[in-house]
């Protein structure tokens, strides 16, 4: 079993920064990749990064590219997001996501939690 733990969510002002944590436990087995999805009030879950289980590779979604930064701690087994010059549009329940894509698959999601951003 693989559990995620999220923290680092909170109520800031537009123009702040937040940083999130994700810290992975139980068999994780490479290869694997660490996401962030949101979802907003009223609205459909999406994406917003991912980083591989090396921290050689990320991505982010169009609307965060420039403004967030993911990253890992292998060693913490954490992955953080660093969010900076949050916009109110960026208020939502944040959840970490673990793919493992190796012989051993599974798709693993945390709480969630909730950053609220005001104008």
């Known amino acids: 079993q693989v559990r995620l733990a999220e923290s680092g969510g909170g109520l800031v002002q537009a123009g702040g920064s937040l940083r999130l944590s994700c810290v992975d436990s139980?068999?994780?087995?490479?290869?694997?990749?660490t996401g962030w999805f949101r979802r907003a009030p009223g609205k459909e879950r999406e994406f917003v990064a991912a980083?591989?289980?090396?921290?050689?590779?990320?991505d982010y979604a169009n609307s965060v590219r420039g403004r967030f930064t993911i990253s890992r701690d292998t060693a913490k087994n954490t992955v953080y997001l660093q969010m900076n010059s949050l916009k109110p549009e960026d208020t939502a329940v944040y959840y970490c996501?673990?793919?493992?894509?190796?012989?051993?698959?599974?798709?693993?999601w945390g709480q969630g939690t909730q950053v609220t951003v005001s104008s």
């Open positions: 996501n673990l793919d493992m894509t190796g012989w051993r698959r599974g798709v693993y």
């Open positions: 139980g068999r994780v087995v490479r290869p694997y990749t």
């Open positions: 980083i591989n289980w090396s921290g050689t590779d990320t």
